[in-house]
T-cell receptor, first 111, second 110 residues
C-alpha cells in the first residue's frame, strides 16, 4: 500500500558530526516532501521541505535531497549540536492531498 | 496568528466514556487533518477534510471514532465508547501549502 519508510529508527552522533536520515516512498505521484522535528512532549514542527521540481534544498545546517527516480529523499544535518536532539519525521503527500509520515528517527547528539 | 488550537490539552477518562476532542484550524486554511500518535504506530492519519468535507476517513480505526467539521473554523473528533488502547496523543493540523500541527490532545483512557 501507500507508505513511507524511514531509516534509521535511532541515530547517535557526536557533537559536530553530520547526521543523515533517509526515507523512501511508494507513490510515484508524490511531489511534496516535508521534514518535521519533534521534541519531547511537543508537536511536530516543520524544519524544511522540498518539492519534486528540485533535487536539493538547503537552509543553514540543514539540507534535503530528493531522487525521484529512486523514490527516496534524505535529510542532512551538518555540525550537529545537542539541541538538534529530537525525533525527526519525513513525510510525503499522496493523491488527494493526504500526508503520510515515516516512523521517525530518534537523533541523539552527544556533547 | 494563534496557530492551530486544540482542546482539551490533557484528558484522563474511564473506559466506556465518550471523549470529544476539539480543533480550531488556522484561519484561511482549507484543509484539516486529524492524526494519532503512539510509540508503537507513530503518526497515523485518521481523517482529513477539504473545505469542511471529509475526503478520506480510511484511517479511522473503527466505528467508535467519528469526526465532523461543521464549519471552516471548527472540527471535532469523538470516541464513543473509549477504550484503554485509544490512549495516545491526538493532533489536529491545518494546511495551506504545508501542514501546521496543533499542540495535541493527550488522552489517557483507564
Amino acid at each position: 500500500g501507500e507508505n513511507v519508510e524511514q531509516h534509521p529508527s535511532t541515530l547517535s552522533v557526536q557533537e559536530g558530526d553530520s547526521a543523515v536520515i533517509k526515507c523512501t516512498y511508494s507513490d510515484s505521484a508524490s511531489n511534496y516532501f516535508p521534514w518535521y522535528k519533534q521534541e519531547l512532549g511537543k508537536r511536530p514542527q516543520l524544519i524544511i521541505d522540498i518539492r519534486s521540481n528540485v533535487g536539493e534544498k538547503k537552509d543553514q545546517r540543514i539540507a534535503v535531497t530528493l531522487n525521484k527516480t529512486a523514490k527516496h529523499f534524505s535529510l542532512h544535518i551538518t555540525e550537529t549540536q545537542p539541541e538538534d536532539s529530537a525525533v525527526y519525521f519525513c513525510a510525503a503527500n499522496l493523491k488527494g492531498g493526504k500526508l503520510i509520515f515515516g516512523q521517525g528517527t530518534e537523533l541523539s547528539v552527544k556533547p | 496568528d494563534a496557530g492551530v488550537i486544540q482542546s482539551p490539552r490533557h484528558e484522563v477518562t474511564e473506559m466506556g466514556q465518550e471523549v470529544t476532542l476539539r480543533c480550531k484550524p488556522i484561519s484561511g486554511h482549507n484543509s484539516l487533518f486529524w492524526y494519532r500518535q503512539t510509540m508503537m504506530r507513530g503518526l497515523e492519519l485518521l481523517i482529513y477534510f477539504n473545505n469542511n468535507v471529509p475526503i478520506d476517513d480510511s484511517g479511522m480505526p473503527e466505528d467508535r471514532f467519528s469526526a465532523k467539521m461543521p464549519n471552516a473554523s471548527f472540527s471535532t473528533l469523538k470516541i464513543q465508547p473509549s477504550e484503554p488502547r485509544d490512549s495516545a496523543v491526538y493532533f489536529c493540523a491545518s494546511v495551506v501549502n504545508t501542514i501546521y500541527f496543533g499542540e495535541g490532545s493527550w488522552l489517557t483512557v483507564v
